[in-house]
């Protein structure tokens, strides 16, 4: 959560920054700002929301070395007060944050105590305070800013630009990501690479506790313990400069969706030879487990649903921030396989951090290129979906499952198979995606807008899928839709369905359909509006007040369904006048616990 870009070079270093906080926007809204280096001056422009201003209204000189942020709130309201980036006392220099800093209060009280004083409610503000400490005491402002650094628990990346020196960046990376941009007489940095790929491909990826010191076009990394410099390795990213506008369409979302018909085929782009690694350690592995976060983690427990009831093999399905309880029993014999759009999502980064401490073998299955997670695995497998920028995830969450699909295809000699299905619902959507499908969903979308409370129930290969379609409507729609298993029903749920109520229910042409029907007979007797979303063959059943067809598709019916959620919550929250790509109080990428 939160972006940092720094730049030093040729161009015009606040378009350069401009530039890349707003391809880092997806990682928080609440507030951004800039700072450049200007004659031995640090000018600062700050604003509340989204990046709103144009560069020509920029109200900042022309120069050749700039930081900047883009911040979701931690510590502190969203005010331009607690805006990063913050200068210190003697306006000497000035830093930004990515990550927490958790030992804050007691810094804080500490400083205080020695008389510093305190601007804002943000953690952030100690580390400048520390900093400011340490220039009393180090010969270099590098080692002011180390020092201060190693005081910091938790997670936290930062970004110093000195005015005393010109062109002159430092930064220190600890769990949150940082990457640097290698250009001819220019460097870049972000926390991700996204953010200047578009100049070069030549990137340099952190270890946690590097630091980092740009003098002009040149750098040197240290390790941030012990002061000493340390070699580095440059990487040429492979993935093409992709397009990061909407094109035709008003909102990422819809355009990322619709994209589905072609990232679904990228994502099982492998040979049978580039899957037999994953195929054996699975085969050799003592135990299996599978984890990732929110549409990550459902995505996590489709796969294994696939793993199991295809090619019977026994995946645990754990949510990283609860896999604390598991650490006793991990041994070194077990693979752990992360599931990851970002690649950054602390919980999960986490896991894999003791796995690998413990010797386990880490598969991931992931879309950012050169991510943390990426670069921890024995394993990586990219589903080269593209950047999805809008926050809600849609095409990484089904390119993730049919990769998962193929892996477990292949491992029962129905690679070839597997193959074929996915381009079948690949031509599948590129026929379903219409007007005349939009304005069907767009017709319940009216009927059921004013509504608060919405149940989405669902079995078996569709369990994950009730799960996904209500976190997706949640996200955008700020309703309450909760998914759950059919099953689960009478045990429960059944006490909140009123007169009205909307019901959705998940239902494909398998062996759960009997008792779909009937959960959907049960809730309608007690007065659900019930829609069912599946098989057209299920259309004119009498329990259902409204109907959305779903594309065919013999084994891949649940991405079926899950498609016509997100089109739904696009629909949904668009009428609803909300913010469909940024919605209120998320960021796309959770690198704080
Ligand atoms: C929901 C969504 C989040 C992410 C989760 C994990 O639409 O995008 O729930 O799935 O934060 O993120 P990644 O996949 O980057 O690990």
């Known amino acids: 959560m939160c972006g940092i870009v720094g730049y030093s070079g040729k161009q015009n270093s606040s378009k350069i ?4 906080l707003k391809t880092l926007e997806y990682r928080g809204y609440d507030s951004w700002g800039i700072a450049v280096q200007d ?4 000018k600062i422009f700050k604003e509340i929301g989204e990046i709103k201003t144009k560069l020509s209204m920029l109200p900042l000189p022309k120069t050749s070395c700039a930081i900047g942020h883009t911040r979701w709130a931690t510590h502190g309201g969203v005010t331009m007060t607690n805006a990063h980036p913050h200068i210190s006392t003697t306006k000497d220099f000035i830093l930004a944050q990515n990550g927490i800093v958790e030992n804050y209060s007691t810094l804080k009280k500490m400083l205080e105590k020695k008389k510093y004083t305190f601007k804002t409610q943000t953690d952030t503000e100690v580390i400048v305070r520390l900093i400011e400490q340490q ?9 002011s800013v180390r020092k201060a650094f190693n005081m910091l628990e938790g997670r936290n990346t930062i970004i110093v630009l000195d005015s005393k020196e010109d062109n002159h960046i430092i930064a220190v990376k600890n769990g949150s990501p940082l990457a640097l941009g290698i250009g001819k007489d220019e460097l870049f940095l972000a926390s991700d690479a996204l953010a200047f790929t578009k100049y070069t491909k030549d990137v340099v990826f952190f270890d946690n506790l590097d630091l980092i010191e740009i003098k002009g076009n040149k750098f040197k990394i240290y390790d941030s313990k012990t002061g000493k410099e340390k070699k580095y390795k440059i990487t040429k990213l492979n993935s093409k400069v992709e397009d990061i506008s909407k094109g035709k369409y008003d909102h990422f979302m819809l355009k990322e969706i619709l994209e ?24 050799k592995a003592k135990r299996i487990y599978i984890t990732g976060a929110g549409t990550a983690g459902f995505a996590s427990g489709q796969i294994a649903y696939y793993l199991r009831t295809i090619s019977n093999i026994d995946v645990l399905d754990v949510r990283p921030y609860d896999f604390a309880s598991y650490f006793p029993i991990l041994k070194k014999d077990d693979l752990i396989i992360a599931v990851s759009q970002s690649g950054e999502t602390a919980d999960t980064i986490e896991v894999l951090e003791y796995a690998k401490e413990l010797g386990c073998t880490i598969a991931s299955i992931i879309n950012v290129e050169g991510s943390t997670i990426h670069r921890m695995s024995d394993l990586p497998y990219l589903i080269h979906a593209g950047p999805e920028i809008c926050v809600a995830s849609t095409k990484v969450f089904t390119s993730q499952c049919v990769f998962g699909y193929l892996l477990a295809k292949s491992m029962v000699g129905e690679y070839t198979g597997a193959r074929e299905e996915v381009e079948s619902l690949s031509s599948g959507l590129r026929e379903y995606f219409t007007e005349k499908v939009f304005n069907h969903i767009k017709k319940l979308v009216r009927s059921i807008k004013n509504r608060n409370h919405f149940f989405i129930l669902g079995k078996e290969q569709n369990s994950y899928i009730a799960l996904e379609g209500a976190l997706k409507i949640k ?7 909760e998914g759950f ?3 689960e029903l009478k045990h429960g749920v059944i006490a909140l369905i009123e007169k009205g109520t909307p019901v959705f229910t998940i239902i494909s042409d398998d062996m759960c359909s009997k008792d779909l029907l009937s959960a959907t007979e ?4 007690r007065g659900a509006y019930t829609v069912g979303v599946g098989d057209s063959k299920f259309r004119k059943e009498e329990c259902f007040n409204f109907f959305l067809p779903v594309v065919k598709s013999k084994e891949l019916s649940a991405l079926s369904n899950v498609v016509v959620f997100q089109l739904l919550s696009y629909f949904l929250a668009f009428s609803l006048g909300n913010s469909v790509d940024k919605p209120r109080n998320l960021a796309k990428s959770v690198t704080v616990k």
């Not at 220039?135 to 080692?143: I, V």
């Not at 996200?475 to 839709?481: A, D, L, V």
């Not at 049960?522 to 007797?525: D, F, G, H, I, L």
């Open 485 to 487: 298993s059919a099953g």
């Open 260 to 283: 589905q018909q072609d990232t679904i085929l990228k994502a099982v782009n492998y040979k049978l030879d580039d899957l037999k690694p994953l195929i054996d350690i699975i085969k």
């Open 475 to 481: 996200e955008i729609s700020y309703k309450h839709f």
């Open 522 to 525: 049960e809730v309608r007797a």
């Open 17 to 20: 920054v401009l530039e890349g």
């Open 39 to 42: 004659k031995n001056q640090i």
């Open 135 to 143: 220039t009393k005491k180090d010969e270099t402002f590098r080692d």
